[in-house]
């Protein structure tokens, strides 16, 4: 019962990993409209990771394990099924958020969660002593996952329209900026263009002295 505990453990731990590393990189710009080729990958690898769990352990086809059934063996296997399951969890959320655009995805990701409860709840009523039939259920659910997903269409309207308010946001942003910056240009322009140069030279006839001032008079020829 440990090395059972251990075994969870660590696809469970896997699964966090997964999810982190694939989460980042289908946020990268190179694969912002690639989440049916990124959950096809995992669905396809943790598939892969059960068949070889399944041919390690004894299954409803046959009472003999066909592959070396070891610790190391079990232990690696349902690590990379978590690792890849745990990877796709969060891009199948970002999937259904984007195809049941515009509507909220509060209403995607409870009906997403419903759906797991229920499955859920199924296979808690199966497995006591049929562990062999509950593996046969998750490589089937597996196999199903993947022909559903290569059946569906997915649209990215919600990630556009993000991306479409982010580039109107960045132009009203840059229009403000210019709009604060055009008075600082007429000032300039003003006293390039001497509205401020008569100003200032009316200001320092004002400010002479009256013994300038009438000797500017005196030298003024009245006829």
Not at 65 to 93: D, E, K, P, Q, R
Not at 151 to 178: A, C, G, M, P, S
Request: hydrophobic residues 45%; proline residues 2%.
């Amino acid at each position: 019962m440990n090395v059972l505990g251990w075994f969870g453990f660590g696809s469970s731990l896997s699964g966090i990993l997964g999810g982190l590393i694939l989460s980042y990189i289908a946020d990268t710009r190179r694969f912002q409209h690639s989440l049916k080729v990124l959950i096809s990958l995992c669905f396809i690898a943790c598939t892969i990771a059960i068949v070889w769990f399944e041919l390690c352990v004894r299954s409803i086809f046959y009472d003999k394990h066909i592959l070396s059934s070891t610790v190391a063996t079990i232990g690696l296997s349902t690590g990379l099924a978590g690792l890849f399951s745990g990877a796709s969890s969060s891009l199948i959320y970002e999937a259904l958020a984007e195809i049941m655009y515009p509507l909220p995805e509060s209403l995607s990701a409870s009906i997403l969660v419903q759906l797991i409860n229920v499955v859920t709840l199924i296979f808690l009523f199966v497995a006591p002593n049929r562990g062999e039939l509950v593996n046969f259920l998750v490589l089937a659910v597996m196999i199903a996952c993947i022909i559903m997903v290569l059946v569906t269409r997915f649209t990215y309207r919600r990630r556009d329209e993000d991306e479409r308010k982010r580039i109107e946001k960045e132009q009203n942003l840059l229009i403000h900026e210019n709009n604060l910056n055009q008075p600082i240009t007429d000032i300039i322009n003003e006293r390039q263009y001497g509205t401020f140069a008569e100003t200032r030279t009316e200001e320092e006839l004002a400010k002479q002295s009256p013994h300038e001032n009438s000797n500017s008079w005196r030298g003024v020829r009245i006829d």
